[in-house]
């Protein structure tokens, strides 16, 4: 069929959905909706078998909804109504919650339902959810709605409760572009979840809820209230005379103060005192003034900048594994013959610091005497490669981009320069630019079902390092790698690993990723040619050396990377600005706007990893 999205923003979801859509055949198109686009003159010029809005924070007009069928994502269970649902469903502590994928009509979210997917709630923050467990649900339920759609005889299901009012169907999203609240089921248990108490139409979560009273407040008030609100809108707050969004909320076991004192720091982070223990607060975002342009998440530290007050470095040894009892955004620990050095950055960015550090703590890692080292994080992003809101707040922007790039090439030859032992990169959720780079430095990648990967840079006018043009083609050829630069478009894993972009898929849900990348890196430590291919590593790194030496790749790359960093008309610095301050674009970029079907080979018979395991890991049922 032809499919076209109805989105407020190409957001991670979307992506997924485009991405997905078109490995299963269709061709799929985006139009987003923006103020001066008319939805109705671009619905007719794409003429779809079928709209798909997975975010939308716009109505649906009714002379569309009215002429094609428009399949709204909303990120809640039968019954569940208004525009706050993951908000809601963290702020109450929900445990289990669901997608619900329904039909547009006159009353919001009151629509058709063509299918429905339960999902757990685990004890993370919006953002990550949104990305995981509520994203893994959503694509099921679009898949099996889409399916039965082109099935046509399927009769979607009537919610209880629904009628005619003025309000008109758009999606539950939210203010956030990422955040959204930003097939199993038959049609049986689908009526057993269709709310019998009725429908539950909820306000949207202002701040008036939201506020923490740190005198009052409980640690996990606290956290629950912080991650409900991540990573839009943030929790207002007042903190050293100024009013500040609080973003990220992690627990610390330790260290104690006075309700709402700040007590230490850590890798840009802020540690401040509850009633009853203390939180970790990694990001703040000052808040707007009339007049000013638009503000933006910063690590807190940096922030805050000349306002903090002298604080402890509360720094934690890389090595051996860090206490679990508070919070870090690196980790290592041994499994075996196994190291495992996983790392989490706030919206999978890396800044010259965070990379810096993370360098420093992959040697130390590769000092350590094991076989396989696995790099990845535990769950959500990978790496999107460099910090873009870094470098917009630098006294020197093009200064600070050329300091970024460079301590991310480091790391990267650090791992393309590892012959004592295998390499696996372990993929847990999105990456993108440099950070699937990164990836593809390692002598394997594995990747969850559930992942974006934008192999790409153009997009923000960019040539792009990290030895890509080593990398990239060495793994997928050249005019394939050409061809993924040139569309900037999201990659499946399915479609990667069919592209040779990925080795293994790992079919997890987003909690048993480490656990089954745990299993796996060990049983690749143990393997008899494991031994052999460690050895051939250096042999093959020599005969690269003394053809076409790494220092040419990375020197070639950065010499444009300089031209653009040095150039204040580079297109390079009004998309940061841009894409920093979320400012919307004026229309659907091009490349969205062409219907597209996924072009790849042709899956391989054979696993494409040395072993015994096969190449994809049989998803485990819901629950």
């Not at 800044?351 to 959500?380: F, N």
């Not at 600070?400 to 993929?427: F, K, P």
């Not at 050249?478 to 990667?496: H, I, K, N, Y």
């Not at 480490?514 to 005969?543: C, F, N």
């Amino acid at each position: 069929m032809h499919i076209l999205l109805l989105a407020s923003a190409f957001n991670s979801l979307t992506q997924r959905a485009h991405a997905e859509l078109r490995d299963r055949g269709h061709t799929v198109a985006v139009e987003l909706a923006l103020p001066g686009n008319p939805l109705p003159q671009a619905v007719r010029r794409h003429a779809p078998d079928l709209v798909v809005a997975p975010m939308l924070r716009t109505a649906i007009p009714d002379e569309v909804w009215s002429a094609h069928t428009c399949l709204v994502v909303h990120p809640g269970p039968v019954g569940d109504r208004g525009p706050s649902s993951l908000d809601w469903a963290i702020h109450e502590g929900a445990d289990q919650w669901g997608v619900t994928v329904l039909q547009a009509d006159a009353e919001m979210d009151a629509g058709d339902v063509w299918a429905s997917v339960p999902c757990r709630v685990p004890p993370v923050a919006k953002s990550e959810l949104y990305r995981g467990e509520i994203a893994d649900a959503a694509i099921e339920a679009v898949l099996l709605a889409v399916e039965r759609f082109a099935d046509g005889t399927y009769v979607p299901l009537r919610q209880a409760g629904s009628g005619t009012s003025d309000a008109r169907t758009c999606t539950g999203a939210g203010a956030d572009a990422d955040v959204a609240a930003e097939g199993g089921a038959d049609a049986e248990a689908e009526v057993g979840v269709a709310s019998p108490a009725g429908p539950r139409t909820r306000p949207y979560l202002d701040q008036t809820v939201r506020r923490i009273d740190w005198d009052e407040d409980s640690t996990q008030d606290v956290l629950r209230k912080l991650r409900a609100a991540d990573s839009q809108p943030g929790v207002l707050d007042v903190l050293l005379g100024g009013e500040w969004y609080l973003h990220g909320g992690h627990a610390e076991g330790a260290l104690r103060g006075r309700p709402g004192e700040l007590l230490a720091t850590r890798a840009g982070a802020i540690c401040r005192a509850t009633r009853d223990g203390a939180v970790w607060i990694p990001e703040l975002r000052p808040r707007r003034m009339p007049g000013q342009p638009p503000t933006f998440k910063l690590p807190a530290v940096l922030a805050l900048g000349g306002r903090l007050p002298p604080l402890p470095e509360h720094a934690l040894p890389r090595l051996p594994e860090n206490p679990r009892r508070t919070w870090s955004d690196m980790r290592y620990r041994e499994e075996g013959n196994v190291g495992h050095l996983s790392f989490s950055f706030p919206g999978g960015a890396m800044s010259t610091e965070r990379c810096r550090r993370l360098l420093d703590a992959y040697r130390e890692a590769c000092a350590r005497p094991t076989t396989v080292l696995v790099l990845g994080g535990q769950r959500d992003f990978f790496s999107n490669g460099i910090h873009l809101g870094v470098i917009e707040a630098a006294d020197d922007p093009a200064a600070e981009s050329w300091a970024n790039i460079n301590a991310i090439d480091d790391l990267v030859e650090a791992v393309l320069t590892t012959t004592d032992r295998l390499v696996v990169a372990a993929v847990a959720g999105n990456a993108a630019a440099g950070g699937v780079m990164l990836a593809l430095a390692a002598d394997e990648v594995w990747c969850r079902s559930g992942a974006v990967l934008n192999p790409h840079y153009r997009l923000m006018g960019l040539y792009g390092s990290e030895y890509w043009t080593l990398t990239l083609p060495r793994r997928v050829g050249a005019a394939t790698a050409g061809r993924l630069m040139d569309e900037a478009l999201p990659v499946s894993p399915a479609s990667a690993l069919r592209l040779g972009l990925v080795d293994r898929i790992v079919d997890r849900d987003p909690d048993a990723f480490a656990g089954e990348v745990a299993g796996l890196a060990a049983r690749l430590a143990s393997l008899p040619a494991t031994a052999a291919r460690i050895s051939a590593k250096k042999t093959e790194l020599d005969r690269l050396e003394s053809t076409t030496p790494l220092a040419g790749f990375r020197e070639r790359e950065l010499a444009l990377m300089r031209r653009t960093f040095d150039d204040p008309d580079a297109p390079y610095h009004a998309l940061r600005r841009s894409f920093v301050h979320k400012e919307r674009p004026s229309h659907t970029p091009p490349h969205l706007g062409t219907a597209r079907v996924a072009r790849t080979p042709a899956m391989p018979s054979a696993p494409l990893v040395t072993g015994t395991a096969p190449a994809v890991v049989p998803s485990r049922p819901h629950g």
